[in-house]
């Protein structure tokens, strides 16, 4: 069973719009992260929020996280054609040992217009 | 790229045939999983591997096996393939972040197509 519950399925913007992806979760988590894949790539890590921040950025990604509602957003600023991707979320488990493991959700896929 | 190979990089397969997956990584990384990527399903943990010799089953591991004789090599068997495992598919590492958080790292995929 998924985890993450990615929304919405499909953006469509124009180059210079921001871009916004929400996720949600079922179970108590450690942390939260968010991976881009380009078409016929492998998944890229892009950053992680642990389950006691809120919100954290890294250039032009802004994520938060709100542990009580259990979801998270994504915020792409001044989106350009490159950030044209799938993103998805993905979550590691609280409790115990991991090993590492993650749930990952569907995706979003964003295409940025020129 | 975090030196993450995995071959073939595609495949094509009659059904019942086995086929082995290899993901082959230069990180030194203690933690391998391989998943498969489905339209509509996202990623999905087949196995996974904590270190030589020591694997485990993920969400969905039937009709798949693993083996891990070296660090840095982590195979995936399809003993009988079917063609519901057609499919693309992953190898990925993983490193600490600290307090618990492991990012992962990728390979480029491997299709497999089963006729």
């Known amino acids: 069973s998924q985890q993450g519950e990615e929304d919405p399925q499909a953006l469509s913007i124009q180059e210079g719009e921001n871009a916004t992806m929400n996720c949600s979760y079922k179970?108590?988590?450690?942390?939260l992260q968010w991976y881009r894949q380009n078409s016929g790539r492998g998944l890229v890590h892009l950053i992680l929020?642990?389950?006691?921040?809120r919100e954290k950025h890294s250039g032009r990604l802004r994520v938060t996280l709100d542990t009580s509602k259990k979801s998270s957003s994504l915020l792409i600023t001044a989106s350009r054609a490159a950030d044209t991707a799938s993103y998805f979320c993905a979550t590691g488990n609280a409790g115990g040992t991991s090993y590492g493991k993650l749930t990952f959700g569907q995706g979003t896929i964003l295409t940025v217009h020129p | 790229d975090a030196g993450i190979t995995q071959s073939p990089r595609h495949k094509v397969t009659e059904t019942g045939t086995p086929v082995t997956l290899r993901c082959h990584q230069t990180e030194n990384h203690r933690y391998m999983y391989w998943y498969r990527q489905d339209p509509g399903h996202g990623l999905r943990l087949i196995h996974y591997?904590?270190?030589?010799?020591?694997?485990d089953k993920g969400e969905v591991s039937d009709g798949y096996s693993v083996s891990r004789s070296k660090t840095e090599d982590f195979l995936l068997t399809l003993e009988s393939a079917t063609s519901s495992q057609t499919s693309v598919y992953f190898c990925?590492?993983?490193?600490?972040?600290?307090?618990?958080?492991?990012?992962?790292?990728f390979g480029p995929g491997t299709r497999l197509t089963v006729t």
């Open positions: 929020i642990r389950s006691n921040e």
């Open positions: 179970t108590s988590i450690n942390n």
């Open positions: 591997s904590y270190g030589v010799k020591d694997t």
């Open positions: 990925a590492t993983s490193t600490t972040s600290g307090r618990g958080a492991y990012e992962q790292y």
